[in-house]
């Protein structure tokens, strides 16, 4: 049972916007940390995708945004493309574990 | 560019002991975190440990303490995790992953290595 609690899978097709939920406690998101996101290929190791709610590490694309709210967070993808099929996995830090902490990943599917 | 790269894929018995390493390129490590994560398959990242590679002070998981111990090499840029008797449960992908810092209060992970998958059979 993971932490952070993502659904298990979105799918979309081509050139569509889909959304991905990461939802977390007073403990974690809702204390104010911030949410990290991780895209992981199928095969691959995880990289990083945003960072601090919404921001992007050099060279991802701007198809690709995060928000925060409440106890939740969201990663956006405009324009999906077959590429972005993989794995992704929402991250915070938790001050009762005293650690970081992972969502259950989320697999997207490109129809 | 920075790199981590893993000990190859291992494949164990119940009960047998076992270290994995995570070594860094260059400096790569120097005044940095270092994680490891577990995922099991199917299944999402979990953490188990931090370990600062300066001084080596350890943060470990409540779900893995005592389970597992991680160091540090600082003499080969090296980080290890290892188990003194594994179990057919531990059989899981490990990743190892650099701290770039803090955002919003939040550590995040900049630098992943390429995965060493434990395979433990009873």
């Known amino acids: 049972q993971s932490v952070l609690t993502q659904s298990p899978s979105v799918s979309g097709a081509p050139g569509q916007r889909i959304t991905i939920s990461c939802t977390g406690t007073n403990s974690n998101i809702g204390a104010g940390y911030a949410v990290h996101w991780y895209q992981q290929p199928p095969g691959g190791a995880p990289k990083l995708l945003v960072f601090?709610?919404?921001l992007r590490p050099s060279g991802v694309p701007d198809r690709f945004s995060g928000s925060k709210s409440g106890t939740s967070a969201s990663l956006a993808i405009n324009g999906l493309q077959p590429e972005d099929e993989a794995e992704y996995h929402c991250q915070s830090y938790d001050r009762g574990l005293s650690g970081p902490v992972f969502g259950g990943g989320t697999k997207v599917t490109v129809l | 560019e920075v790199q981590l790269v893993q000990s190859g894929s291992v494949v164990k018995k119940a009960g047998e002991s076992l270290r994995i390493s995570c070594k860094g390129s260059?400096?790569?490590?120097?005044?940095?975190?270092i994680l490891w994560v577990r995922q099991m398959p199917g299944k999402g990242l979990e953490w188990m440990g931090i370990i600062y590679y300066g001084d080596s002070e350890t943060t470990y998981s409540p779900s893995f303490r005592g389970q597992v111990t991680i160091s540090v090499d600082r003499s080969i840029n090296t980080a290890h995790l290892q188990w003194r008797s594994l179990e057919p449960s531990d059989s899981a992908m490990y990743y190892c992953?650099?701290?770039?810092?803090?955002?919003?209060?939040?550590?995040?992970?900049?630098?992943w290595g390429q995965g060493t998958l434990v395979s433990v059979s009873s």
């Open positions: 601090g709610n919404t």
């Open positions: 260059g400096n790569s490590f120097t005044n940095y975190w």
């Open positions: 992953a650099r701290r770039k810092g803090l955002a919003g209060g939040a550590p995040y992970f900049d630098s």
